[in-house]
């Protein structure tokens, strides 16, 4: 299971920090994705994380802006989102890629 949390309203500029608390596997045995949907667009992929090596991927929308990262003793993974532009309003998801999603968590920003 994944579970996404720390979604929030934020102004221009200012920085959230979500996190994907995962249950069921050790984070070192898959990779982890965040994924964002805004309304009436596609899923886009946002940033990744490798199991095995921690190797990070990022969209080129938000590179330099958001940190991927993980703790493998609380089985969660970040991803710390500074500078961020109303373009960033979305339902942000975290996944395995294995099929299982999380529910989703809620960024809003705007002035």
């Known amino acids: 299971q994944l579970q996404a949390s720390g979604g929030g309203l934020v102004q221009p500029g200012g920085s959230l920090r979500l996190s994907c608390a995962v249950s069921g596997f050790r984070l070192d045995s898959y990779a982890i994705g965040w994924f964002r949907q805004a309304p009436g667009k596609e899923r886009e992929g946002v940033s990744s994380i490798a199991g095995s090596d921690g190797i990070t991927v990022y969209a080129d929308s938000v590179k330099g802006r958001f940190t991927i990262s993980r703790d493998n003793a609380k089985n969660t993974v970040y991803l710390q989102m500074n500078s961020l532009k109303p373009e960033d309003t979305a339902v942000y998801i975290c996944?395995?890629?294995?099929?299982?999603w999380g529910q989703g968590t809620q960024v809003t920003v705007s002035s």
């Open positions: 996944t395995d890629f294995d099929g299982h």
